[in-house]
């Protein structure tokens, strides 16, 4: 199979100099998690390309420079247009028209300099079959089908998850963001007492109403799922989407889904020298589908419900990943019982405070023609009796009251886990962080977090994410004297790194 290459869009001013232009092109490239050697070429509008700060720049990275006419990128359609731009080249980005004028995706818009403005495109190379154009249309019940288009294999794995990290080894977890000392006895206690009914098929209406009164919706807005994972699979074949988006670094399995049912699906990547803050003008007009975690996984990005609200508009479905929202005190910024904002569709998991990972247990809240859309796509009874019983407890009064102190707790933890990282010139600490999780960056992260293992702790990789790259790490939020031993071993873990050559 063919592998992905990358171009790179170029857009430069009349004296902007190599260094600029190799400059900027590595901050994206890093930042969205790239490797350099996948680039095939710098491309830019043709009275251009032999100019010094271009031409030097692809010398540099060994790569050749693909000039087009300022005709051919005026046909090409790009997400991010610049009236004054096109008034003076025709083409409203160089920089986006360029990287996508032989076609592919779009992976990075336009990200500029002081005098340099470049974006990102992949192409697959053609390997002896024609590629396949089709998008994902209405649902119908061949879309339960396995899908004909399979999974983009390139760039970050979308389907490592944390628990890869752990399995079947006796590591102290910061890799799996499901609170430690879960389930509590009264829940296990009502899941086992749900066993008793497994002769009969589940019935999930008490579950559904007791969900709808928790969040004052009624109960034709509330759709009961296998865990948010599958809302994500749900959301990708039941709901038409010609051009979706997911905002990341985010939760990988919403891309993947998206992908695995045969949309191509373009990224808004958020920096992290901006605090992966969303700016909603990042989202492409065009986006009919977009795809957000609040707060985000693994950034801990609490985005202000105002920002997200500006993301809905009448004909676009904004779907809002909420599942570490009960993890938020208050759960500040929730658009959870919202029913004013057009196309909003809202996943909500009870598996990361309730430690039910295993059991599997979500709801999604939309529009009612959404959710029934959304129960048409779904196989006949797909929540388990169990679970249904978890449901109806973890919404209760009491249980709410739980996760409230819960989060009150992880509030303080994270404090002091974010003190203590403090200590460490080395790393670099995403702030403000808003979840029960912190994700942190360093240089040779892998061998950290190797000799990490090695002293019985594990974290979660960062590579896997789109928008970050190897020098970061997820670490979960744990109780103090957790925290404690982590932060010595990490001083250990530091401390113990093999001199690296000199060059």
Known sequence: ????????????????????????????????????AD???????DVRAEEPGIAGAAERLGVPVRPYSAGTLARVRVPNPSAALRALVATGSVAEAAALAGGGELLVPKRKSASVTCAVARRVPFSGTPASTDRAAPFTMAAMLPPTKQPDSAGPDL????????????????????????????????????????????????????????????????????????????????????????????????????????????????????????????????????????????????????????????????????????????????????????????????????GLAGLRIGYVLADPAVVAALQEAQPLWPVSSPALAAAEACVEPRALAEAADAADRIAVDRAHLLAGLAEFSEVRVAEPAAGPFVLIRLERAGEVRERLRALGFAARRGDTFPGLGAEWLRLAVRDRATTNRFLQALDLALQGLPRQPRT
């Open 39 to 45: 680039v095939s070429a710098l491309a830019t509008l």
């Open 159 to 354: 389907r490592h998850h944390g628990d890869a990290e752990v399995r079947g080894l006796d590591l102290t977890d910061l890799a799996v963001n499901v609170r430690t000392g879960t389930p509590p006895g009264w829940l296990r206690d009502r899941i086992a007492g749900s066993l008793g009914s497994l002769a009969a098929y589940p019935d999930g209406r008490p579950a559904r109403a007791a969900v709808a009164a928790r969040h004052g919706l009624p109960e034709e807005r509330v759709l009961l799922t296998a865990g948010a994972a599958e809302a994500f699979v749900l959301v990708a074949r039941a709901l038409p989407a010609r051009r979706p988006y997911v905002v990341h670094p985010q939760f990988t399995e919403p891309e993947a889904a998206l992908r695995a049912a045969g949309h191509e699906v373009g990224r808004v990547l958020l920096r992290p020298e901006e605090g992966f803050r969303l700016d909603p003008a990042a989202v492409p007009e065009e986006a009919d589908l977009v795809v957000v975690g609040n707060p985000t996984n693994p950034t801990s990005v609490l985005h202000p419900a105002d920002t997200l609200e500006r993301l809905a508009r009448p004909g676009r479905t904004l779907v809002v990943d909420e599942a570490f929202m009960d993890a938020v005190p208050g759960e500040r910024e929730a658009l959870c019982g919202r029913t004013d904002v057009p196309g909003l569709v809202v996943l909500r998991s009870l598996t990361k405070t309730w």
């Open 1 to 36: 199979m063919a592998r992905d290459v990358l171009v790179v869009g170029v857009g430069a001013r009349r004296g902007a100099t190599a260094g600029e232009v190799v400059g900027l092109v590595l901050d994206v490239l890093g930042a969205a998690g790239l490797r350099v």
